[in-house]
């Protein structure tokens, strides 16, 4: 008798759910306030097709995650390691709930918030 250590058929990860981890995460992080409006899609009067979802947008291309976050920061938050913080976090997070490889994580900090905290 022979036993079959594998399991059949596959798992797919909807796109959404890239898009709430990497929302969720960055939302996490001290220093960002919310998260920003703009797109990539709007860059040079054309449009693109990728997945966007308040702030987020995600590409995915042979399993592995390509993503750009809009944020807005707190006046006090140093700017270079907050990006850096979200970067790291956002790619620890979609690699261990979702198993995925992060190509890479592109901040685009779209302004800072002077009334936060006041």
């Known amino acids: ?13 909807a796109v959404d759910v890239l898009l709430t981890v990497a929302r969720l995460t960055t939302l996490g992080v001290a220093g960002v306030t919310r998260m920003g409006h703009g797109s990539a899609n709007r860059v040079k009067g054309f449009i693109r097709k990728h997945n966007v979802d308040e702030g987020v947008e995600i590409e995915v291309q042979d399993d592995i995650v390509y993503a750009d976050l809009f944020v807005v920061l707190d006046k006090d938050a140093n700017v270079r390691q907050v990006g850096s913080t979200i970067q790291q976090e956002v790619s620890r997070a979609i690699l261990d709930i979702v198993g995925m490889q992060v190509g890479w994580i592109n901040v685009h900090v779209e302004d800072i918030d002077y009334t936060s905290g006041d």
């Open 1 to 13: 008798m022979s036993t079959y250590s594998g399991t059949p058929g596959k798992t797919t990860i």
